[in-house]
């Protein structure tokens, strides 16, 4: 394999980055939800976002009684200050929690699937004419 495959399959792997980073996040949210500890959150303070949304910040007690913080983006007006939300986290860190819904959205999914279609169709493209001599 000469110098130029490697870059043009380097360039395919590097296209499926964005698709294998939204299903891992996917994947570890779903797996929180069914094998995570649940607890009661309370949001403690809302902030507005520069694109549509609302960041949400909250705190929850884990399972040792210490104070963990968490947050998340939202749409605007779907939580207020002081309201308590269901969040799930793994019980050696409960730094990452998550809450019921997070990274559901078929149209993330469906983005991360095109951008992957669209850099194979491309190293097609170029293989083909690296193989056609053109470049």
Same mark, same amino acid.
């Given at each position: 394999m #000469? &110098? ?5 399959l %380097?360039?395919?792997?590097? =296209?499926? $980055?964005?698709?294998?980073?939204? /299903?891992?996040?996917r ?5 929180m ?13 809302i902030?507005?976002?520069?694109? #549509? &949304? ?5 705190? %929850?007690?884990?399972e040792? =009684?210490q $104070?963990?913080?968490?947050?998340? /983006? ?10 308590v939300i ?7 860190n ?22 992957a ?19």
């Amino acid at each position: 394999m #000469s &110098g130029i495959h490697a870059l043009i399959l %380097f360039i395919g792997v590097f =296209g499926m $980055l964005p698709l294998a980073i939204i /299903l891992y996040k996917r994947h570890r949210t779903i797996k929180m939800i069914k094998t995570g500890i649940m607890a009661k959150a309370r949001i403690y303070r809302i902030t507005a976002t520069r694109k #549509s &949304g609302e960041s949400v910040q909250y705190c %929850f007690y884990d399972e040792q =009684g210490q $104070l963990a913080y968490g947050s998340l /983006l939202s749409n605007y007006g779907k939580f207020k200050e002081n309201d308590v939300i269901d969040v799930f986290y793994f019980s050696g860190n409960p730094k990452r929690s998550t809450v019921k819904g997070a990274w559901k959205s078929p149209v993330l999914l469906i983005f991360g699937i095109v951008i992957a279609v669209f850099m194979w169709f491309a190293v097609y493209k170029l293989f083909e004419m690296v193989n056609n001599g053109a470049l």
